[in-house]
């Protein structure tokens, strides 16, 4: 009977890390508006951009705001054309506190930093 030789399976890059990464962020789909709302939002400092195939992701650390005014602008469109309701529809998912207001939309990568916009108690119980 011949020793069949055991290999180590090797490490995944994929690990799980429960520390705050003090970042929050969405995917928009990669096309026109995605595009537009990707070019607006890379003006901010603490904004990235990454591109990919069939989506676009937009990280920040502490928090970012998406300006629709900003947006009309760029996209040459007339005021109030871009909204809350057209961002969900061109974002598939998102990561930290998100708040929509009127004119724009916050995130926020500490739940504690949205409190006054979600109107909740950050009080410990006892």
Known sequence: MTSVKAFKTAESPFKQDNTASNKCGFT???????????????RQD??????????I???????????????DEAAGEEEGWFNAAEF????STHYGRMVHLDDRTIMFANPEDAAEYLDFDLKPIK
């Open 46 to 55: 603490n904004v990235t951009i990454t591109p990919l195939p069939s989506m």
């Open 88 to 91: 969900e529809e061109s974002m």
């Open 28 to 42: 928009l789909m990669n096309n026109q508006v995605g595009a537009i709302v990707a070019q607006v939002m890379e």
């Open 57 to 71: 992701r937009v990280d920040a650390v502490g928090r970012m705001d998406l300006d629709y005014a900003e947006v």
